[in-house]
Every structure is written in structure tokens, then in C-alpha cells.
């Protein structure tokens, strides 16, 4: 069984392989590169899906088909990388766990649906508890400030006056990015269990992303592989 790892950019990807022995880059899926190896006990593949909801859910689709195919099917999806933090609480620098995945560009509440639901698919994507339950134990091991909460999924790229609709419409968000609940609605359709672990990167200003990207992608794959750690 096979941990997936899946990140949009180079930067975030090359923070995961950090953590990733005897990491062996794979033929490209789909027009994007991947590594499989090790991360602690558990096998891993690492995939760089690409920008946008479609991207991540090209790449990561392609990927549970190989390694189902090679005998190594996927016991886990984790999307991780960076994000923009919503919410006065979160700061940049914080982890967040999502315990639970919307998307927000979703409206069909005309037809009886929540909205951010996608018909026929639930209304969010949830993490196991049992990881959620891990993360006391993973922010004192790693001495990040890590946080659980909500998240959601946008085809754009979050800037303040998307970030108080977003506010107004999913009250209890931490995060929002571009690819986690495209990820996470692969994931239950594959029925393979999702956590997103995401560094905060900026505050949905669009000001400070290019300067944090490298040591948000840096926690979040500290995190993971302390996750993964103490999962077992």
C-alpha cells in the first residue's frame, strides 16, 4: 500500500523529497513528473500535479491507476504544499490540517444542495479522525504551530475581497488553495482515504507569497512526515 503525496509546484515538491529515502523519479503521468520511495515506513509517491483543480485531479487520477496497476494501490492521498491562510486566527507560518474539504466556486443550492457541494458527491470531504486526532502529538514533536479547521478550493487565486466571500460563505475556513478538494473528490471516488496539510504562505493579500512559498512548503512536509510517522 502506497502513501500519495501530491503538490502543485516544484518548490513544494522538492520539500517533500527532502523527506522522501531513495526517492527514484518515475516515467511522467499525464505530462507531470513523480518519484516513488520511502518516507519512514511507509512507501510513498510523490507527484507534482500541476496548478488548478483540473491539474490535481489529471495527475493524481493517472497516479492511483498506476500503482494500482503495479501492485501498490494507494491507502492514502495527502494534498500538500502551500496556502492561503483565512480566518483571524491563522498566521503566516501556521500548518493547517484540514478536517474538512469544500469547493467554493460550487452552487447548486438551487436543486437542494449545500452549497460548495458538488450533486451526487458529499457535502464536504473529510479527514479520517484517527490522523486528525494525531495532530497534538505532531505539532509538539515538530514545534509548528499547527491548526485544524476547514478549507476550501477556488479556481482563483484568493485575494481580499474573494477571501470575505469565501468568509461569509464558509464561516470556519483556515486555508484556501487551488487544487485540495479537486484531490480530495478523487480520492473518495478511488475510495482512499485524504488529509490535506498545507503552510501558510500568506494571508490571501496576494503580498507575501513569494517570499514564504519555500518555508510554508518546507512545514508542510515536516508535518506529513511526522504524520505519517506517528500513524504507524
Do not use: C, K
Request: aromatic residues 6%.
Amino acid at each position: 500500500m502506497t502513501v500519495v503525496i501530491v503538490a502543485a509546484m516544484p518548490e513544494e515538491v522538492a520539500a517533500v523529497l527532502e523527506h522522501v529515502t531513495d526517492a527514484a523519479e518515475q516515467p511522467y503521468l499525464a505530462g507531470q513528473p513523480w518519484w516513488r520511495g520511502a518516507l519512514g515506513d511507509h512507501p510513498v509517491a510523490v507527484v507534482q500535479g500541476g496548478i488548478g483543480l483540473v491539474n490535481a485531479a489529471v495527475s493524481l487520477t493517472a497516479a492511483l491507476h498506476e500503482l494500482s496497476a503495479s501492485d501498490a494501490p494507494a491507502e492514502l492521498v495527502v494534498s500538500a504544499g502551500t496556502a492561503g491562510g483565512l480566518g483571524e486566527q491563522v498566521a503566516v507560518g501556521d500548518v493547517i490540517v484540514a478536517e474538512r474539504v469544500v469547493h467554493a466556486d460550487v452552487d447548486v443550492t438551487v436543486f437542494g444542495y449545500a452549497l460548495g457541494q458538488v450533486p451526487r458527491m458529499p457535502d464536504g470531504y473529510e479527514a479520517p479522525p484517527e490522523l486528525v486526532s494525531l495532530v497534538p502529538s505532531v505539532a509538539a514533536a515538530t514545534g509548528d504551530v499547527v491548526r485544524i479547521g476547514d478549507a476550501v478550493s477556488t479556481d482563483a487565486f484568493v485575494i481580499p475581497e474573494r477571501a470575505r466571500r469565501i468568509l461569509a460563505d464558509f464561516p470556519d475556513t483556515l486555508f484556501a488553495d487551488m487544487e485540495t478538494s479537486s484531490l480530495a473528490q478523487v480520492a473518495f471516488r478511488h475510495g482512499v482515504d485524504f488529509v490535506a496539510v498545507r503552510g501558510i504562505s500568506d494571508l490571501a493579500d496576494g503580498g507575501e507569497f513569494s517570499e514564504h512559498v519555500d518555508d510554508a512548503a518546507e512545514r508542510s512536509a515536516r508535518v506529513i512526515a511526522a504524520l505519517l510517522a506517528a500513524r504507524g
